[in-house]
């Protein structure tokens, strides 16, 4: 009963509140709301029906009652080093002399142009006439635009229905554009390629995610990963509750991947009950830099085919060679090679646009070949993909343009080649001034950086430095990159986050500062490094 | 012994084969490798230590042993009525007059840009200069380019660290687009929004995902959804193992959201077992149309305080409101004029650049505002958003120009609105003209489309039409839905995709085809349908 005239007096009141506020219903109503709300609040302590369902409400939502899954997900290039690193740079802003630098390097992930690279011309111009059409006939974009970039934006255009670049498009991508990628492939591989075979993304990472999520079932299903790792794996393996699977790349053989350790693994797994499923492999390496021999690739493939794994391979760096001796070969080409047919080897390739000398990050870009699935596999990822309707068509148009760059003869060829070729060669240059003055430093030793755009130098940190770093409960590495950080601001990631042999220490450096800007760095580098370990040497 | 013997036969003649072709490794090597793949496959059948380990290999892959949870998952819009359409589509293209109309109308998804809708001329061009900023500072530029475009792409780069359109944002997006945002919420609302409770994101779809991969822990885990609703909650829920507990809409009261039906239904779904973490609702309805009043917004933030669920608001369909008498009243307004503040009611608002009169569904940008989370689950989301890096660029400027657009006497102000208007004010009429038409169709019922993009009708079926779907295998509105497109050449989507109260029927179809369609739309859907009943009538 009393129930029953609470909620008759609740409806009565709240009835009244609202007609005093209707009249101002057009206006922002807040201030006459807040009348009515403190009604409300007041009336929702008069227990009614619906406070009496309260007795079961669910208890606030805390970060222990999300999703474990999340929880146990860690992401060491996004994490607590570069956290502190914009909690510098806003005391730089506010206050510029508080720190004995002038600016933070961030050296800790792969974008080129956040440090100052310069995009490719040609790429931008095709970019910016598909995003806006109406300019193409006009007298004026001739004079702004090369010819080319007009040509090729009038073909993409034609090859998206309705010319509309802004609309949803088919899942895997336009398929003109589809086709252009495919073309690409060919003309790098010497192999066929199949514009259906191609699942256009917003970047590599989703389309990683799109198969960690299509393979893994429970934690009982393990990916097989290289240690050290790029964590996006890590992290995905994490989110979709699957098992990592370590293989230890040998930093003894310039990070070479010995298919006895392959072997060795996945015996080790197999014993515990581990489903391995899929076989991760990044070539060239991150962060470990290395290019691997066609030999070593032939033996991945072979092991990948005898042991029913699903080969994942990571190629985004493939545009990515510094050492002359050194080629990219794709591990399709590779099964091709082999005389592997599109039945026998289920292979994905991942590319990105983020990437090779062009380094697009911002327009989330990229692909995944895949070949080897069966109709009913293919189309579950059809599927997946479906469901997040479609990729960005900017980031579709530049996959296309850097799977079919500016041909000799063409109006931009000449100056798009020396945008491409002065990036490449001083990336080089950068790669090769850090690693000699690493490896000059007391303790560390570098390997060389044959490709992708890191190294990853293995620091022998004095006991007393260790020590310090466990009082502080900060693992030694990135104990050093905090210190490094502190000293230089300079951003790198503790080797930490990627996995390494237990007991080693490393950190992972972007060569990607602009080149005039390198000399400084190594001095701040070597000055730190010396002190840091005059400070604790044994 | 003998497996020795075959490892080192094996490893002569590999580096033999190898040796061979060496001096051809520039070329593109496939034929070369032939002669190596014969051997290697033919190696592979003498027992090593490799293929001893195949014992153990995986069987091959197949769909039943993917994730179960991507097997469950389905996605109507994208599904198999689609398929249908795409077949007819190369049908026609093969033989043009192998059906009895001339193209396909896809009114299947909410597309506009795809059946012809222009996009809005300032977004693009601001898009265009961001995308080469270089031809900023050229003469010719302001000829082709309105002023303020020019002078709002300058803002827009001023915003991006070192001008870099090509570099990864901050993981929300870039700060200076987020308080943009934040801004164009305030004007919307009149309460203060936080730039740093702005997550921009490629679309809404990948914005649901997460919070469902946040959310949910184990099917024991309940997300409250409205029936009928947009396939993309029911696929989410399903890919992340969650359960979907249904409220019903009701029909009769124009969609009408009872806030009694949720509380019968949270019960039904507690004594279940089951945890109802969140409450969906999407305002503009999706499939439904309609605008929910304020008052009734009211309620729903008072449920979701009682009963402790996070309210996940769709707000995608905020700017397409065509009943004059109904206005759009975001969730974060209603529950801030009810005085709650940040800290009562953890809520999410999903907004897209796809929707509104804009319609940019290529772009894949769009937003959620985050609030009355704990700093900690705020962290987890955080770091969900860095493992996918950031969403792209070129989104995120158009998120930020959906929520900032051109202000009265900006030089673009009058072209803007005379785009916007005329967009906005032909949806509305397309909406009378398809709903009018629907409701004269024998056995059709049809709710006013009040926003959003779509009509629901109801179509009562004859039982021999029920009784020939169900000897086909299919759902009664599948078949309805398969039927009109082979007779007409439209594209709907049956309402079981969505959901609908047992034994009734629906399709979804949009109020997108251009205006000058839409009289041929209404005669062959008019013409169709009275044959149907013709040929099923009870």
Do not use: M
């Given at each position: 009963m009393r129930k029953f005239v609470a909620h008759r007096a609740k409806s009565l009141i709240t009835n009244a509140a609202v007609s005093l506020v209707k009249p101002h219903r057009q206006s922002s109503s807040s201030s006459d709301y807040?009348?009515?709300?403190?009604?409300?609040?007041f009336l929702s302590s008069i227990p009614s029906d619906a406070s009496m369902a309260s007795e079961n409400a669910n208890p606030p939502l805390t970060a222990q009652s999300l999703n474990p899954k999340v929880l146990k997900c860690e992401y060491a290039v996004r994490g607590e080093i570069v956290s502190l690193a914009q909690k510098l740079q806003?005391?730089?802003l506010a206050n510029p002399g508080s720190h004995p630098f002038k600016e933070i390097i961030y050296c800790n992930i792969g974008n080129p142009q956040s440090l100052g690279q310069q995009p490719i011309t040609f790429f931008r111009e095709v970019l910016a006439l598909c995003d806006h059409p109406s300019i193409l006939d006009r007298s004026e974009t001739q004079g702004l635009f090369s010819a080319d970039s007009i040509e090729r934006a009038w073909q993409i255009l034609d090859q998206i229905p309705g010319r509309a670049t802004g609309a949803y498009s088919h899942s895997q991508g336009v398929k003109g554009l589809r086709d252009t990628i495919a073309a690409g492939i060919e003309a790098r591989d010497g192999f066929p390629a199949d514009p259906n075979d191609i699942f256009l993304t917003d970047g590599a990472s989703p389309a990683v995610h799109m198969m960690m999520q299509l393979l893994i079932r429970s934690e009982q299903d393990?990916?097989?990963?290289?240690?050290?790792?790029?964590?996006?794996?890590?992290a995905s393996i994490a989110l979709h509750g699957g098992t990592l699977v370590p293989y230890y790349l040998d930093e003894a053989t310039?990070?070479?991947?010995?298919?006895?350790?392959?072997?060795?693994?996945?015996?080790a797994?197999?014993?515990?009950?581990?489903?391995?499923?899929?076989?991760?492999?990044?070539?060239?390496?991150?962060?470990?830099?290395?290019v691997l021999a066609e030999e070593n690739q032939r033996d991945i493939v072979e092991f990948c085919k005898k042991e029913?794994?699903?080969l994942l391979a990571d190629e985004v760096y493939q545009q990515n060679i510094y050492a002359p001796e050194k080629q990219f070969h794709s591990f399709k080409k590779v099964s091709r090679s082999m005389g592997y047919g599109d039945k026998d080897i289920p292979l994905v390739s991942f590319q990105s646009v983020s990437k090779g000398y062009h380094g697009e990050c911002g327009k989330r870009g990229g692909y995944m070949e895949v070949t080897g699935f069966s109709p009913e596999v293919r189309e579950q990822i059809y599927k997946v993909a479906s469901v997040n309707l479609c990729s960005n068509i900017s980031g579709q148009i530049l996959a296309s343009l850097v799977m079919s760059p500016p041909k000799v003869g063409d109006e931009s060829y000449e100056s798009y080649?020396?945008?491409?070729?002065?990036?490449?060669?001083?990336?080089?240059?950068?790669?090769?001034?850090?690693?000699d003055a690493l490896n000059n430093l007391e303790g560390v030793t570098c390997n060389k950086a044959e490709g992708a755009m890191y190294l990853f130098p293995r620091i022998v940190l004095p006991n007393k430095a260790i020590k310090e770093a466990e009082s502080l409960k900060k693992t030694p590495d990135a104990y050093y990159a905090a210190r490094l950080l502190n000293a230089t601001g300079i951003v790198v990631v503790p080797g930490s986050g990627f996995g390494q042999v237990p007991g080693?220490?490393?950190?992972?450096?972007?060569i990607l500062p602009q080149e005039e800007k390198i000399p400084a760095i190594v001095t701040q580098l070597t000055e730190f490094h010396k002190k840091f370990m005059d400070e604790f040497r044994d």
């Open positions: 807040h009348y009515t709300s403190r009604l409300a609040r806003q005391d730089l393990g990916i097989f990963c290289p240690i050290p790792q790029y964590p996006l794996y890590s310039g990070w070479g991947l010995e298919i006895s350790e392959l072997k060795k693994q996945l015996e797994a197999r014993q515990k009950g581990i489903n391995v499923r899929a076989l991760v492999v990044i070539n060239p390496g991150n962060p470990t830099g290395q029913g794994l699903v080649s020396a945008e491409k070729d002065g990036i490449l060669q001083s990336l080089a240059r950068r790669a090769k001034t850090l690693e080693t220490w490393h950190f992972r450096c972007t």
